[in-house]
């Protein structure tokens, strides 16, 4: 009797709510890496984060394939560059859909099929305006297969806004709104679809690191507080304020009941010398928090939302060591390519935060490095492409690399792999204050490390 009447109140009580789903962060699993697990290794290290669902960047069949017959809902993406031609001919979406998105459903719980990635970030204007007319076709090929279910989106960035301080200032990029934003969110409202941002408070805060204080892009309680004078709406965390100037340009633009989904948030665990607050002990309490703040109902939403239910996911499952740009962009990872976790995270924020045994490094780059730095050839670099850069390097600026021609002061030792460091710092020291970086296509590196020795003395940077 006492076992029968049990076994109800069990079930009602570990079931998990519609709104406990929805709020369990999800993972874009990003592939940019020469060194990253196969597909099958890495559903089960996506389990073993808790993630309810992953977002990809592409339709890759091996990752579909691998998560057939899992609980994990799951986001394809349309690559930018056939966006133009789908949106002028029905035959490529429906090809698209039969081909990436039939063969796995419904074992692969597919769930968004997501046109583009950050396509208003790109320069090319032209596919700007095929975004709406193509997701338009993606969607009537999942209708016409009857797979209404499967909602259709495109991840924007920030830079949708044309203003976002104080948040009830939010407005939509003037130069897109009528032609790309009204269109996307008519398309989203009538579809019942959601509008998919890309929101990094690590970025807001590099950009002004004096005025914003660290721990309130971080998520951490009881840093500071702004009120917005104009609503009056008091905010604790800059994720908060960010997404409620979103809000608040959705409602100028006329569509207030717009549905957030949070495409990608997250913090590097490192990067270069001259980047600041990326490292592991943000990563990890950024992360945390975040997770801690989807999934926890009593700091759900934001001031102007505060019931809304934010679906999320965090950027990203790995290191990715073939991403370009400066360090940071290598290191957003959850886990380390051997799939080891960089630090401890549980996506389902069941575990609190007294739970995570593992000490953290404490940060040592949360203000910009005091001393010099040079740029230099990675150890192990290519030696025919480092030529290659090194001409570049050479080709720009004025007397770039004198001191390394024939009789110059750091002509010896006569090798590639120096001259190619001398001309990367030479560069890197010209240029830098104009945009310059020391990357050279992951041929060069930053270092703390003065490679100048006798007569030759190697340019730097000081920030
Ligand atoms: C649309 O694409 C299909 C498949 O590639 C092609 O056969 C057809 O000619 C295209 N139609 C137009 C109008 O371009
Ligand atoms: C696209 O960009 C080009 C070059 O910047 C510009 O001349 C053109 O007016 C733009 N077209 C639209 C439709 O925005
Ligand atoms: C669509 O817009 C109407 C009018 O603003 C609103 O009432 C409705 O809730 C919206 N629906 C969705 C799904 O956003
Ligand atoms: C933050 O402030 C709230 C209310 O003022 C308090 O309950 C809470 O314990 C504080 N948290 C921390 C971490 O100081
Ligand atoms: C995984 O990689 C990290 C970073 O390179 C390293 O510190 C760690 O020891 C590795 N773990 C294993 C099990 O190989
Ligand atoms: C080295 O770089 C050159 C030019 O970029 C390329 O053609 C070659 O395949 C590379 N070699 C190796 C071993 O990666
Ligand atoms: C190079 O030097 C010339 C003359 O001193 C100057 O006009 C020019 O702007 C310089 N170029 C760069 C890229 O610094």
């Not at 830079?159 to 104080?166: N, Q, V």
Request: hydrophobic share 35%.
């Amino acid at each position: 009797m006492g076992l029968i009447f049990l076994i109800p109140l069990f079930c009602f009580l570990f079931s998990p709510s519609h709104a406990d789903i929805a709020a369990k962060p999800g993972v874009n699993y990003g592939q940019l890496g020469n060194n990253l697990p196969p597909p099958h290794k890495s559903v089960e290290l996506i389990k073993s984060l808790k993630a309810g669902r992953v977002k990809i960047y592409d339709a890759n069949p091996r990752i579909l394939q691998a998560l057939k017959n899992t609980d994990i809902q799951v986001s394809v993406m349309v690559p930018n560059e056939i966006i133009t031609a789908i949106a002028a001919n029905q035959t490529l979406a429906d090809d698209w859909i039969s081909s990436n998105v039939l063969p796995f459903y419904p074992q692969t719980k597919i769930r968004y099929v997501l046109v583009g990635n950050e396509i208003l970030s790109q320069p090319d204007n032209v596919t700007w305006h095929n975004l709406v007319p193509a997701m338009r076709r993606i969607r009537k090929s999942l209708i016409l297969n009857k797979l209404k279910k499967i909602k259709v989106g495109t991840p924007l960035a920030m830079d949708c806004l044309e203003a976002s301080f104080p948040p009830s200032s939010g407005m939509l990029k003037k130069s897109v709104t009528d032609s790309v934003l009204k269109p996307l969110l008519q398309f989203v409202n009538r579809t019942k679809s959601f509008f998919f941002i890309d929101v990094y408070t690590y970025f807001a805060w590099v950009s002004d690191p004096v005025n914003i204080k660290l721990g309130y892009a971080l998520l951490q309680p009881n840093v500071t507080s702004y009120t917005d004078p104009v609503s009056g709406l008091t905010y604790t965390n800059l994720l908060d304020q960010m997404l409620d100037a979103l809000y608040f340009a959705l409602k100028r633009a006329g569509y207030p009941d717009t549905r957030l989904f949070i495409a990608e948030t997250g913090w590097p665990n490192g990067g270069d010398v001259d980047q600041i607050g990326a490292s592991v002990y943000n990563a990890a309490i950024y992360n945390r928090n975040v997770v801690k703040k989807f999934t926890d109902k009593s700091l759900k939403g934001t001031p102007l939302k505060p019931d809304v239910v934010l679906p999320s996911f965090i950027f990203a499952l790995y290191n990715e060591n073939q991403k370009t740009g400066p360090g940071t962009e290598r290191h957003f990872g959850l886990l380390y390519p051997n799939g080891t976790n960089i630090y401890e995270i549980d996506l389902s924020g069941k575990t609190s935060e007294s739970e995570f045994t593992k000490a953290l490094p404490a940060p040592t780059n949360n203000e910009p490095y005091k001393g010099r730095i040079w740029c230099v050839s990675e150890r192990g670099a290519n030696g025919t492409a480092l030529g290659g850069a090194l001409s570049y390097a050479c080709g720009q600026g004025n007397g770039t690399c004198d001191p390394i021609r024939p009789g110059g002061k750091c002509f010896k030792p006569d090798s590639v792999t120096w001259h190619a460091s001398y001309a990367f710092s030479s560069y890197w020291a010209q240029f830098r204050k104009s945009g310059g970086t020391c990357y050279f296509n992951g041929l060069a590196v930053q270092t703390t490390k003065n490679p100048s020795f006798g007569s030759c003395k190697f340019p730097s940077v000081t920030l």
